[in-house]
């Protein structure tokens, strides 16, 4: 774990975060209590830390907690919590990934849970003036059928708020062209596309995420700096990397923020975004991961700002709304 960071006194953006993943082990523990349920076993290590050891073990943790969120108010609380206090560390904008099946799981319907997220935006844009979105997340290792039968729920749902899709999961053992139909469904119902790569697989999953239809953004991407000409690639597409340093470190992509290549990155002229993924799992908010880039990659205030206006060119909200942030 790293050591405690000031948060930067600059406005922020986050185009990378998972909702299920956004819940600290006090909301979880609330959320269990109110629905009469009991904590899973294996899913907390102590009264404030969730129990996990490698990344697939990590996304097991993960459904653990996803199915302790029951109901449309439940998903309600999980937002609008998470957005208000991204307001108060000076966050304007928030991506949501948000995942259907995971709702699904516990038996809610499609349109309970998007109430529930919704009212959470709402709220907390009443509150304190953050902005937020939904960006639908299929999962590899849930399968070519759910992820097409999820694309056309998310092709369905009013886009005021559901504006992207997003593939997250175990990118190692899935691969990404079979989820071609998927994005297929997704891009050409007009909504923004981006999918997670080159997080735990190297350049050739970059390139098949790339391949897919619509994709303009990669979460993660990092590995893309073991191949040079896919840097410069990258760099010419203008593809955005929504960049998660201290998750990749959390999980091992890099054994510490020294070895991280967000710098490399940036110097080969890729546009990059920093986020924070799943702050409770890996131990630093949207603020923090702005302070440990301060900390550790030497970006200034002016650096900082500058990745939030790459961050909201990059998002996929409509413009008079994006407008009205900047
Ligand atoms: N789901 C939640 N966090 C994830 C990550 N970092 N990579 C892939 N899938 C995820
Ligand atoms: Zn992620």
Not at 50 to 79: G, H, K, M, Q
Not at 168 to 185: L, M, N, Q, V, W
Not at 275 to 299: N, V
Request: with cysteine.
């Amino acid at each position: 774990q790293h050591p405690a960071v000031p948060v930067p006194a600059v406005p922020k953006a986050e185009l990378h975060v998972h909702l299920e993943g956004t819940a600290r082990p006090e909301l979880i523990r609330r959320l269990a209590r109110r629905n009469g349920v009991a904590i899973p076993d294996g899913l907390l290590a102590g009264e404030d830390t969730f129990r996990w050891t490698d990344f697939l073990d990590f996304l097991r943790t993960y459904d653990l907690a996803a199915s302790v969120i029951r109901t449309a108010e439940d998903y309600r609380d999980v937002v609008y919590e998470y957005l208000v206090a991204c307001a108060a560390d000076d966050v304007r904008y928030v991506e949501l990934i948000a995942s259907p099946d995971h709702a699904r799981a516990v038996g809610l319907t499609e349109a309970e849970h998007r109430a529930g997220l919704f009212q959470g935006i709402d709220e907390a844009r009443a509150a304190t003036g953050i902005e937020g979105r939904i960006l639908v997340s299929i999962v590899r290792n849930f399968g070519v059928e759910a992820a097409e039968r999820v694309a056309a729920e998310a092709a369905a749902m009013p886009h005021e708020y559901v504006v992207g899709f997003n593939m997250a999961g175990d990118e190692a053992g899935y691969p990404a062209g079979d989820f071609t139909r998927a994005f297929a469904i997704a891009h050409d119902a007009g909504l923004g596309c981006t999918c997670h790569a080159g997080e735990h697989a190297g350049p050739e999953s970059v390139r098949a995420a790339l391949a897919l239809p619509g994709v303009v953004r990669l979460s993660h991407g990092v590995r893309a700096i073991e191949d040079p000409a896919l840097v410069a690639e990258l760099a010419e597409r203008k593809i955005v990397l929504e960049v998660c340093p201290t998750s990749n470190v959390a999980l091992g992509v890099y054994p510490s923020y020294a070895d991280h290549p967000l710098p490399a990155l940036m110097a080969a002229g890729v546009p990059v975004t920093l986020a924070s993924d799943d702050p409770p799992y890996f131990g630093a908010t949207i603020g923090e991961e702005y302070g440990l880039a301060q900390a550790h990659f030497g970006l200034d205030d002016a650096a900082l700002a500058g990745i939030t206006r790459t961050a909201l060119d990059a998002a996929f909200l409509d413009t008079p709304a994006r407008d009205a942030l900047v």
